[in-house]
């Protein structure tokens, strides 16, 4: 499980680079914050799914199972991050950048957690003999 926690956080990263520029830039051309973040996050979303699957997960499930599940859970970490964005932008009135660093912290792990354990799970689960 550590090397497949380390391809995630490798692939995550390179999605990290996506969303993180996407942010900046929309940004930089006057694009709302919060706005700006959904898209860059849907932008990361296509990197993510193509290294899970391929790379992190190595899974066997066909793309028509993994494929909703994977948008599935994506969209609710998407409203996850929106939500932890927002609260910490302008609730607590942190600079965007800083809150959305504290977003992908969360996400990061309750992502990881919930396709490991749902959406990829036939061939992690039989390869990995940690999962419990």
């Known amino acids: 499980m550590l090397l497949r926690f380390g391809r995630y956080i ?9 969303h993180y520029s996407s942010l ?3 940004v930089s051309q006057g694009l709302d914050p919060i706005l700006a973040t959904s898209l860059g996050f849907a932008l990361a979303i296509v990197v993510n ?3 899970q699957y391929y790379w992190v997960f190595n899974t ?18 998407m409203g996850t991050n929106a939500s932890i ?9 942190w600079h965007y950048m800083f809150a959305q ?3 992908t912290a969360a ?3 309750l ?6 354990r749902f959406t990829f799970y036939a061939r992690t689960a039989h390869h990995d003999s940690s999962r419990s």
């Open 101 to 103: 660093a504290v977003a």
């Open 49 to 51: 799914y193509i290294s």
């Open 10 to 18: 490798v692939s995550g990263f390179i999605a990290v680079v996506v």
């Open 60 to 77: 066997s499930r066909p793309h028509r199972h993994t494929f909703p599940s994977y948008v599935g859970v994506t969209v609710a970490m």
């Open 111 to 116: 992502n990881f957690t919930i396709n490991r």
């Open 85 to 93: 964005f927002w609260f910490a932008s302008a609730k607590l009135d």
């Open 107 to 109: 996400v990061v792990v």
């Open 24 to 26: 900046f830039i929309l």
